[in-house]
């Protein structure tokens, strides 16, 4: 039975989880705009932890006001929202399921900025080259600061009796902008060489693992490889799979208890999540961000206007490379280099794949976010012997380009006998009410 | 005079200032409302305003003009209005349920349906918005609609109901002559054009009942030339009185009076057009109308969104803001025999008081200054004229709604930036952590 690996426990030094497969972060803007948390995250964390996955990566899950990505996320920012989490972590522990909080602050990459900072913080005062997203580069003081709020956070997350926390260091996020040798350009001991482009999220670590003490579980997430030239050729290429296995090394000796590989510069990458760029949604969801940034005359024309968008489509989606395990090369080599368990993310949902991987030591467990918002049930299919599920995710991206204006499900409609179908599996996080 | 009570139908309102119907997204997106709504209200309640007529609540949600606000569109809605009804009814204020079909008016559509209804097909013509006229069927349903929200109403003990049948809301889409273009029952003469607001109103009248309180909200004035020059006027007065009329005998037992055949409107709310606001909110709209090219200059580029500015506030080169629609109340008032409260920038008692004294309307609904200061009326209790920071008219809190919580954003009104933002946010305060349901 191909499948077995899948099934069998993961022992991190500190947690142990049922079996491989992770609900990677994967998030709507399902809660208050204050970063409280509502009844309706509740709901969906649980149609994730009934599925059967062995533990939860929460969603982005912001460590201070100014590092939110986008409002309507629940935060960790404060001791106020520990009995919302605890209520979350107690739900999600009645199935067995693990829940991991990923802390994240996103620097400059702010998709939409709450009304209460103007510029994000980041490694440099150049704004992001896609949308423009303006940045303030951090003073010493400043990073001194968001280490503190990555300690509380994880200090809160294990007072609220949650299994662990994932410190968000890929998918250009702050300690992207900080690791990246396409978009740090410091000249302090923050900046330059790689030991000084990585202290920031190894103090981080430091400073999480000093706050929570050694029997709690800290993960790390890090896209090993950027890409950064991915879609904009005029940029440098970021950091690659040797600079990340260094980098990945540093952690492991800095208190890491695993690795989560992604990969990408920025979130949305062409490499993560790798698919569609589904432009009949983009169309009807980007003017949502395009003031979020200062390329907004540029943007309007590149996402809306044919065949300016016909063309940013095919660059888009240029890779030829099958989306699912997309990422195994960069976790193998992680892997060979450290000794903690390795995680990998990058459209995984055949059960055979994912066996087949930990089974040569590609890596040691999956994470699944567009997968599980398909079929939230996946593991319950792979335990009744289905490779595949029947209906698969298409990797359409659409979940992705409709998650800032509406709430976060699947909007493939081939899957689903009808449109009314598919919007009722939409509509059906809000049930129970609070 | 502001601190006598009020008689709407069978319904006695504690003094002349109501809150009108003014709200953010603070609600989820499938229409459930939110302890975040309560904390809203019941900031109104505790600061003594006569009564409340709620934020738009749609009877369906394809009639919802924008995700986030509560619906009353099925019987499962009752138990929250139940409990916030109770939460407001706590500081002995009554609580009008204002009830909204937006028709073609819809800022962010839902999923569901690609194109609102409407009298017309004719997009709205500022924004694009799209539009599929409606059948007779189609207009039966609705009016059937507006009924059982009505009946949910008074099943969860709120007060009484108001049509919104103003500001470019399905109603005025029938009513305007300059939107209207149908050739059956329902279109033409204004006989016609009325008829699905006068049906609306008959309907919830049999549906709760004589002893309910039925409001009806409109726009006197359309003026849709102000809100682009080639758009026709829409409605005369004298058609709009004849309305009035009409909605008396229909059984309203108050009538609303603001401005405007589109929302938002130059006239309402009347004031400043907040440039460099709405450069970072529009943009969230574009895609929810046609017009995304023109608008992305209209609104985001200088020197066109200056242009559009200049325009915007030329109807009140020679009309005061405070009080705009006081000629069109008094009016209404020399009509009917019903209350008519009027809405319009109203923050200064004794404009309010002469107004109520020279019979130009019964009582003044408030929005835009509530926000600005919630205790307004402590402010008039303690024989203040103004609220030492009165609300500048900036429309900064309407022109950010889309984005972020409803509340004052002009930061001349504040000690410093923190304090403001600290107020904006406020309304999440003591918001507790989901208890198991059932």
Same mark, same amino acid.
């Given at each position: 039975?191909?499948?077995?690996?899948?099934?069998?426990?993961?022992?991190?030094?500190?947690?142990?989880?049922?079996?491989?497969?992770?609900?990677?972060?994967?998030?709507?803007?399902?809660?208050?705009?204050?970063?409280?948390?509502?009844?309706?995250?509740?709901?969906?964390?649980?149609?994730?932890?009934?599925?059967?996955?062995?533990?939860?990566?929460?969603?982005?899950?912001?460590?201070?006001?100014?590092?939110?990505?986008?409002?309507?996320?629940?935060?960790?920012?404060?001791?106020?929202?520990?009995?919302?989490?605890?209520?979350?972590?107690?739900?999600?522990?009645?199935?067995?399921?693990?829940?991991?909080?990923?802390?994240?602050?996103?620097?400059?990459?702010?998709?939409?900025?709450?009304?209460?900072?103007?510029?994000?913080?980041?490694?440099?005062?150049?704004?992001?080259?896609?949308?423009?997203?303006?940045?303030?580069?951090?003073?010493?003081?400043?990073?001194?600061?968001?280490?503190?709020?990555?300690?509380?956070?994880?200090?809160?997350?294990?007072?609220?009796?949650?299994?662990?926390?994932?410190?968000?260091?890929?998918?250009?996020?702050?300690?992207?902008?900080?690791?990246?040798?396409?978009?740090?350009?410091?000249?302090?001991?923050?900046?330059?060489?790689?030991?000084?482009?990585?202290?920031?999220?190894?103090?981080?670590?430091?400073?999480?693992?000093?706050?929570?003490?050694?029997?709690?579980?800290?993960?790390?997430?890090?896209?090993?490889?950027?890409?950064?030239?991915?879609?904009?050729?005029?940029?440098?290429?970021?950091?690659?799979?040797?600079?990340?296995?260094?980098?990945?090394?540093?952690?492991?000796?800095?208190? +890491?208890? %695993? #690795?989560? $590989?992604?990969?990408?510069?920025? @979130?949305?990458?062409?490499?993560?999540? *790798? &698919?569609?760029?589904?432009?009949?949604d983009m169309v009807r969801t980007y003017d949502?961000?395009?003031?979020?940034?200062?390329?907004?005359?540029?943007?309007?024309?590149?996402?809306?206007?044919?065949?300016?968008?016909?063309?940013?489509?095919?660059?888009?989606?240029?890779?030829?490379?099958?989306?699912?395990?997309?990422?195994?090369?960069?976790?193998?080599?992680?892997?060979? +280099?450290? %000794? #903690?368990? $390795?995680?990998?993310?990058?459209? @995984?949902?055949?059960?055979?794949?994912? *066996? &087949?991987?930990?089974?040569?030591?590609?890596?040691?467990?999956?994470?699944?976010?567009?997968?599980?918002?398909?079929?939230?049930?996946?593991?319950?299919?792979?335990?009744?012997?289905?490779?595949?599920?029947?209906?698969?995710?298409?990797?359409?991206?659409?979940?992705?380009?409709?998650?800032?204006?509406?709430?976060?499900?699947?909007?493939?409609?081939?899957?689903?006998?009808?449109?009314?179908?598919?919007?009722?599996?939409?509509?059906?996080?809000?049930?129970?009410?609070? | 005079?502001?601190?006598?009570?009020?008689?709407?139908?069978?319904?006695?309102?504690?003094?002349?200032?109501?809150?009108?119907?003014?709200?953010?997204?603070?609600?989820?997106?499938?229409?459930?409302?939110?302890?975040?709504?309560?904390?809203?209200?019941?900031r109104f309640a505790r600061s003594g305003v006569?009564?409340?007529?709620?934020?738009?609540?749609?009877?369906?949600?394809?009639?919802?003009?924008?995700?986030?606000?509560?619906?009353?569109?099925?019987?499962?809605?009752?138990?929250?209005?139940?409990?916030?009804?109770?939460?407001?009814?706590?500081?002995?204020?009554?609580?009008?349920?204002?009830?909204?079909?937006?028709?073609?008016?819809?800022?962010?559509?839902?999923?569901?349906?690609?194109?609102?209804?409407?009298?017309?097909?004719?997009?709205?013509?500022?924004?694009?918005?799209?539009?599929?006229?409606?059948?007779?069927?189609?207009?039966?349903?609705?009016?059937?609609?507006?009924?059982?929200?009505?009946?949910?109403?008074?099943?969860?003990?709120?007060?009484?109901?108001?049509?919104?049948?103003?500001?470019?809301?399905?109603?005025?889409?029938?009513?305007?002559?300059?939107?209207?273009?149908?050739?059956?029952?329902?279109?033409?003469?204004?006989?016609?054009?009325?008829?699905?607001?006068?049906?609306?109103?008959?309907?919830?009248?049999?549906?709760?009942?004589?002893?309910?309180?039925?409001?009806?909200?409109?726009?006197?004035?359309?003026?849709?030339?102000?809100?682009?020059?080639?758009?026709?006027?829409?409605?005369?007065?004298?058609?709009?009185?004849?309305?009035?009329?009409?909605?008396?005998?229909?059984?309203?037992?108050?009538?609303?009076?603001?401005?405007?055949?589109?929302?938002?409107?130059?006239?309402?709310?009347?004031?400043?057009?907040?440039?460099?606001?709405?450069?970072?909110?529009?943009?969230?709209?574009?895609?929810?109308?046609?017009?995304?090219?023109?608008?992305?200059?209209?609104?985001?580029?200088?020197?066109?969104?200056?242009?559009?500015?200049?325009?915007?506030?030329?109807?009140?080169?020679?009309?005061?803001?405070?009080?705009?629609?006081?000629?069109?109340?008094?009016?209404?008032?020399?009509?009917?025999?019903?209350?008519?409260?009027?809405?319009?920038?109203?923050?200064?008692?004794?404009?309010?008081?002469?107004?109520?004294?020279?019979?130009?309307?019964?009582?003044?609904?408030?929005?835009?200054?509530l926000v600005a200061n919630p205790d307004l009326?402590?402010?008039?209790?303690?024989?203040?004229?103004?609220?030492?920071?009165?609300?500048?008219?900036?429309?900064?809190?309407?022109?950010?709604?889309?984005?972020?919580?409803?509340?004052?954003?002009?930061?001349?009104?504040?000690?410093?930036?923190?304090?403001?933002?600290?107020?904006?946010?406020?309304?999440?305060?003591?918001?507790?952590?989901?208890?198991?349901?059932?």
């Open positions: 039975m191909s499948a077995e690996a899948i099934f069998q426990p993961l022992r991190f030094r500190n947690l142990e989880i049922k079996n491989r497969v992770l609900r990677s972060n994967v998030a709507g803007r399902l809660d208050d705009y204050d970063g409280g948390g509502t009844q309706t995250r509740i709901n969906w964390e649980l149609k994730f932890a009934r599925g059967g996955v062995g533990a939860i990566v929460s969603s982005w899950t912001a460590v201070d006001e100014r590092g939110k990505i986008v409002p309507g996320f629940a935060g960790i920012e404060r001791d106020e929202r520990i009995p919302f989490w605890r209520e979350l972590g107690e739900r999600v522990h009645e199935h067995d399921c693990k829940f991991i909080v990923q802390l994240a602050h996103a620097g400059r990459q702010r998709d939409v900025p709450t009304v209460t900072f103007a510029k994000g913080l980041s490694s440099t005062d150049k704004p992001d080259p896609l949308h423009g997203f303006e940045a303030e580069r951090a003073t010493t003081a400043d990073l001194e600061e968001i280490k503190r709020s990555f300690a509380s956070a994880a200090r809160r997350a294990r007072e609220a009796g949650l299994d662990g926390v994932e410190i968000h260091g890929a998918n250009g996020y702050i300690f992207t902008q900080f690791l990246s040798s396409a978009i740090n350009d410091r000249q302090d001991s923050y900046g330059g060489t790689l030991e000084n482009r990585a202290r920031f999220l190894l103090e981080t670590v430091r400073a999480v693992r000093g706050a929570v003490g050694h029997d709690f579980h800290v993960q790390v997430k890090i896209s090993t490889t950027e890409h950064a030239d991915a879609f904009l050729p005029w940029l440098g290429k970021g950091n690659t799979i040797d600079d990340s296995v260094q980098v990945c090394r540093w952690l492991e000796e800095a208190g +890491a208890d %695993a #690795i989560h $590989v992604s990969s990408g510069s920025t @979130f949305p990458h062409p490499e993560n999540p *790798a &698919g569609e760029f589904s432009l009949e949502v961000m395009l003031s979020s940034g200062v390329h907004t005359f540029r943007n309007y024309l590149m996402f809306r206007l044919w065949p300016a968008n016909q063309v940013m489509k095919r660059r888009w989606e240029r890779d030829p490379a099958e989306v699912p395990g997309r990422c195994l090369p960069d976790s193998e080599a992680v892997k060979r +280099a450290v %000794a #903690i368990p $390795v995680i990998v993310t990058g459209g @995984f949902q055949q059960a055979s794949l994912i *066996a &087949g991987a930990i089974e040569r030591g590609a890596c040691d467990a999956v994470s699944i976010a567009r997968g599980l918002v398909a079929n939230n049930d996946l593991v319950e299919l792979f335990r009744q012997g289905h490779d595949l599920p029947p209906r698969p995710c298409t990797y359409c991206n659409k979940c992705l380009y409709n998650v800032l204006e509406h709430p976060i499900g699947c909007y493939d409609e081939s899957r689903f006998a009808s449109r009314e179908e598919m919007i009722e599996q939409v509509m059906s996080v809000y049930t129970p009410a609070a | 005079m502001i601190f006598e009570p009020l008689e709407l139908g069978v319904l006695t309102v504690r003094n002349r200032i109501l809150r009108s119907s003014v709200g953010g997204r603070f609600d989820n997106y499938d229409g459930s409302g939110t302890p975040v709504r309560i904390n809203w209200d019941l006569g009564a409340i007529i709620s934020s738009n609540a749609p009877i369906h949600p394809r009639g919802a003009i924008v995700p986030g606000y509560a619906h009353i569109d099925s019987d499962d809605t009752i138990p929250f209005w139940r409990e916030l009804g109770t939460r407001v009814h706590e500081h002995g204020c009554p609580y009008i349920l204002q009830l909204v079909h937006a028709g073609r008016e819809r800022i962010l559509p839902f999923l569901q349906w690609e194109k609102g209804l409407s009298s017309t097909n004719e997009a709205e013509p500022l924004n694009g918005f799209p539009a599929q006229a409606m059948t007779l069927a189609e207009i039966q349903e609705v009016v059937e609609m507006f009924a059982a929200a009505a009946r949910r109403a008074q099943e969860a003990s709120l007060d009484g109901v108001e049509v919104a049948g103003a500001n470019g809301m399905l109603p005025t889409q029938f009513l305007s002559s300059g939107i209207n273009d149908r050739r059956d029952a329902y279109g033409g003469p204004l006989e016609n054009r009325a008829r699905f607001g006068l049906e609306i109103v008959r309907a919830i009248r049999k549906a709760v009942g004589p002893d309910y309180c039925v409001g009806y909200k409109i726009s006197i004035q359309e003026r849709l030339d102000e809100l682009l020059p080639w758009l026709p006027k829409g409605n005369t007065l004298e058609e709009s009185l004849q309305m009035c009329r009409w909605l008396e005998e229909a059984g309203a037992d108050y009538l609303h009076v603001s401005a405007g055949g589109g929302f938002p409107h130059p006239r309402n709310p009347a004031g400043e057009f907040p440039a460099a606001q709405i450069v970072k909110t529009y943009d969230t709209m574009l895609s929810s109308g046609k017009h995304t090219f023109r608008n992305y200059l209209t609104f985001r580029t200088p020197p066109f969104n200056r242009a559009f500015g200049w325009w915007w506030t030329r109807p009140l080169r020679d009309r005061e803001v405070e009080g705009i629609n006081l000629g069109e109340s008094r009016a209404v008032k020399q009509v009917v025999s019903i209350p008519v409260v009027v809405t319009g920038g109203f923050q200064t008692a004794s404009v309010i008081a002469r107004a109520i004294e020279r019979g130009d309307c019964d009582g003044v609904t408030i929005a835009r200054p009326v402590r402010h008039f209790e303690q024989g203040l004229d103004r609220a030492p920071r009165p609300c500048t008219y900036c429309n900064k809190c309407l022109f950010s709604f889309v984005e972020h919580p409803l509340a004052c954003y002009e930061e001349a009104r504040f000690d410093s930036r923190e304090e403001m933002l600290r107020e904006a946010l406020s309304v999440y305060e003591g918001v507790e952590a989901p208890s198991e349901a059932a």
